[in-house]
Structures are given as structure tokens and as C-alpha cells.
């Protein structure tokens, strides 16, 4: 038979099948629960007493077959300890540990001792005591429906706040019914190319190949939009056949840094207006704006053709899952039609401690301070290569977590190598470029100065110094 106890709180299935009656049964039972793990050493067991309650069997078949355990070793009893499993027994069905694969050519072994790779805030500053507070509150007001699947649309507590926020943030014009919250811009981006259907959708010819691969993993073909020092050239939609959507990051364009010039938002809304398309607008970091006020959200200009998505991944951490699309009109229903096919829902109970941090005020404190303290790391990082590397050209610093460093033409990819040499993980602007797009990508470092945690900083800085080639001459220093 196959029985269970559960003393202190603690359940173990024993099955006491086999021959030779209980008592071999028990000891048969107890060694494969050492014996694979799922007992481990030093785990106290229940007294003879309660086990053999547990069991439904004879308080002395439990003694015998502890005392038998014990003989052979598997266990170990001590006056004043109980019974435990002994702790010189190891798992003999535990997996070997895995191989470490050996490092890459020209790569010292480990994990880099420094980070400034772009896409993770720093997710040190997690405003704990603050989310907690929001949690509590959240929890004790929720409603018991909320405690059930939810609507595909989510939370309405947070969808009513979120429109007011990015109505007064974000110059966005949202309805909470517009309002759809996912779990990431990934997802975000999944549902709409799916609800989109067949076609085709531009990109912007620097950003990341993954969200390139979720469009086509839905269907859709994706053309480059050639990035330059004004943005993705818009007015090149117009000549661009079976596009249905334009995937854009005009507050901040992502990895160069430039905002989209006025005159290319206009050409992107206008060709959205002539042909029916969509222009899907990810602001991914356009809280942190540093030197002025923020860049509008592009959505403001025509609610009917913008589809906004923000995510909380770089405002606050990725741990989260929680994103929000506020949708044309005409795409809600189709929308939500798909997102009810799947498992696409994000918990219901971290929706409601998000919308109690922003009704409360803490999400506009915690923005006032990452915004103070990532200002304060890229003026570090500006000053520090004016001193120390004058010849390297920095861009892209008006807003945002991270720098576009030119370098000279063929240099990127010894700089990156270098700077792993230094503990350093760094990317090179060409890994973030459309391999078939025109022109051929310029030389330059990525560097996302709001990823290391804030005792790291300094070590991260020293170490990119290091990495830079020597040069004459002074450099520039161009916030857009």
C-alpha cells in the first residue's frame, strides 16, 4: 500500500508494497527516500510513535526498522536528537554535476566580475518597503473575484490608474477600456502580431533580433526602417508595399539613443492614416529623460493608429511581468480574442500592488530617484571619458539607461574583447543591427550605465576605461 505521513508539517509518500510484510516494506521504503533524495542528511524523521499512527502499523515495526536503518547506516538516532538521516549518506540517484563548458578562444573562464550590458535596470534599487506597503494594502482590499482567473483585458483597479498615469506622464489619451495589460513587451509585441495576421511589419533597422523573431514566429515578414542620426527615416513607409504595422522607438530609439525628429513623426502618423496601418510605439524608457522635459509619447498625435506600450521592466524590474498596451478602438476586441486562446494573463494580485503604488504616489517617488541616480552615472561616465578617453565620441545621453560610444572604423569587436579581459561584459552597436539592412553599421559601444547595482558602478567604469584603445585629440559629447 502506499501511504503517507505528515509530521511537522511535512509530507513523504512511502510505499509499502513488496514482500517480506511490513516491516521490510517500511525499511525498503525509508532507504529509497534516502536513497534518491527526496529524504535528505540531517532530515529529523517523526518518532516511532507518530509514524506508526501516520501509518495505520505497529509502534514496534517503526522501532525495528529505524534500529535496522540504523545498523546499516542509513540513519542515525541520538538521545535528545531523534532519529535523522544520516549525514555521511549521499543521493545515489542525484545527477552528476554538469560540466562546465571550456571558455571560447581568447575568453578567461567565469562569470564578468562587471556588467554594462543593456536591457536590466538596476534592479538593486528594487523599491522593497515601498512594494510591500502597496502589497499589504492591495491584498486587504481585494475583492474575492480577484482571486479567480480575471479578465484577459486585466485589472480594472489598474487599468483605471494607468490611463490617468500616462495621460499626465506620458501625454497618452487612454480610456481603461482601451487598456490591456500582458506580461511583458514581448508579449505585448506576440499579441499584436498575431491579431495583425498576414503581411508585413517595418523595423527599425538598429533593435534587438529577438523582437524580430516574434514577429515572424506570428507570421508576419519584418523590412528594415534604415536608422540614422533623426530616427528610422519614416517617409520611407510610403513606398513600402503590404506593410500593415511599424514597430518604433521614437522617444529614445533604441540602441542609437536619437529621438525621432518631429518632421518623421508626422511622415509615420500620416502613412498610418492614408493606409490603415498601425505604428506600434514601444516606450520602453521614456520616463528617464535627464537635460529637458520629456518627448511626448508619438500615441498622442493619433490615438486611432498608435498602439502604446509601456512595461515597469526598466522602471521598476523585469521580475514583475507586467506590461500594458493602450489600443486603438478597432483592435480591442480582435485583440483580446487572441489573448483568450492561451495562458497570457499576468497575476492578478501583483496588478493590484501596481495599482496601489501608483495611486498612492510611490511609483512617481521611486521614478524621481532612479531618474536622479542614473543622471548621476552618466555625468560619471561623460566626465570620466573627457579626463581619461578625450578621443571617444559619446551620444545618445539625453535620456534613457544607456550611451552610444563611436569608435574608430573595425575596433568594436578587439574593444569588447578587451573588456572582457577586464571582467567587463560589454555589447558593440552591431549586435543590434538588421543584417540586411543598408548601410553597413557603424563601430560603437552600447553602454547601459543604469544596469550594474550602485556599488558596482564605479568598478564597471574603471574597467571600460581600461578597455578603450588610446587616442589624441578631444573628443564630443552630443545629448542627442
Not at 513523504?12 to 529524504?39: E, N, Y
Request: with cysteine; glycine share 10%; net charge positive.
Amino acid at each position: 500500500m502506499g501511504n503517507s505521513w505528515a509530521t511537522f508539517g511535512r509530507d513523504l509518500h512511502l510505499d509499502l508494497t513488496g514482500a517480506g510484510g511490513l516491516r521490510a516494506a517500511l525499511i525498503g521504503a525509508l532507504r529509497d527516500a534516502v536513497r534518491t533524495g527526496r529524504l535528505a542528511p540531517g532530515t529529523r524523521l517523526p518518532s516511532s510513535r507518530s509514524l506508526a499512527a501516520d501509518l495505520g502499523i505497529a509502534r514496534n515495526t517503526v522501532a525495528d526498522a529505524y534500529a535496522e536503518l540504523v545498523a546499516e547506516g542509513w540513519l542515525s538516532a541520538r538521545q535528545g536528537s531523534g532519529t535523522r538521516v544520516a549525514d555521511r549518506v549521499e543521493p545515489l540517484g542525484a545527477p552528476p554535476a554538469r560540466a562546465r563548458r571550456p571558455p571560447g578562444p581568447g575568453t578567461r573562464p567565469g562569470r564578468p566580475r562587471f556588467d554594462l550590458t543593456p536591457g536590466t535596470p538596476d534592479v538593486s534599487a528594487f523599491p522593497r518597503t515601498a512594494w510591500l506597503a502597496a502589497a499589504r494594502r492591495a491584498l486587504t482590499a481585494a475583492p474575492s473575484e480577484a482571486f479567480g482567473y480575471g479578465d484577459p483585458a486585466g485589472r480594472p483597479e489598474l487599468r483605471t490608474v494607468l490611463a490617468d498615469y500616462l495621460a499626465r506622464a506620458r501625454g497618452v489619451r487612454a480610456d481603461p477600456d482601451r487598456i490591456v495589460v500582458c506580461t511583458g513587451f514581448m508579449q505585448g509585441l506576440a499579441l499584436l502580431a498575431r491579431t495583425l495576421g498576414t503581411g508585413r511589419l517595418a523595423v527599425e533597422s538598429y533593435g534587438l533580433d529577438f523582437h524580430r523573431d516574434v514577429i515572424t514566429r506570428a507570421g508576419l515578414r519584418t523590412v528594415p526602417l534604415v536608422v540614422d542620426a533623426h530616427g528610422a527615416r519614416t517617409e520611407d513607409l510610403a513606398g513600402l508595399d503590404d506593410v500593415r504595422a511599424a514597430l518604433l522607438t521614437p522617444a529614445h530609439q533604441f540602441p542609437t539613443g536619437v529621438p525621432l525628429h518631429p518632421d518623421r513623426r508626422a511622415a509615420a502618423v500620416n502613412w498610418a492614416r492614408a493606409t490603415g496601418g498601425y505604428l506600434l510605439e514601444d516606450d520602453y524608457d521614456g520616463e528617464f529623460r535627464y537635460d529637458r522635459q520629456p518627448v511626448g509619447a508619438l500615441q498622442g498625435l493619433d490615438p486611432d493608429h498608435v498602439v502604446y506600450l509601456g512595461t515597469a521592466s526598466k522602471s521598476l524590474a523585469p521580475a514583475l511581468r507586467l506590461a500594458w498596451m493602450v489600443l486603438p478602438d478597432r483592435l480591442v476586441d480582435p485583440l483580446l480574442a487572441v489573448k483568450r486562446t492561451g495562458e497570457w494573463q499576468s497575476g492578478q494580485l501583483e496588478q493590484l500592488t501596481l495599482a496601489e503604488f501608483l495611486a498612492s504616489g510611490a511609483y512617481d517617488r521611486h521614478l524621481r530617484g532612479m531618474r536622479l541616480r542614473y543622471r548621476r552615472r552618466r555625468d560619471q561616465l561623460v566626465t570620466a571619458l573627457a579626463e581619461r578617453a578625450p578621443h571617444v565620441h559619446v551620444t545618445g545621453i539625453a535620456a534613457g539607461l544607456h550611451a552610444v560610444l563611436e569608435l574608430p572604423p573595425g575596433t568594436e569587436q578587439s574593444i569588447v574583447q578587451a573588456a572582457r579581459w577586464q571582467g567587463l561584459a560589454l555589447e558593440g552597436l552591431t549586435r543590434f543591427h538588421t543584417a540586411t539592412a543598408p548601410p553597413t553599421p557603424r563601430d560603437a559601444l552600447v553602454v547601459a550605465y543604469g544596469t550594474p547595482p550602485e556599488h558596482a558602478f564605479k568598478g564597471a567604469l574603471d574597467a571600460l576605461i581600461r578597455a578603450l584603445p588610446p587616442g589624441d585629440g578631444a573628443g564630443r559629447v552630443e545629448g542627442e
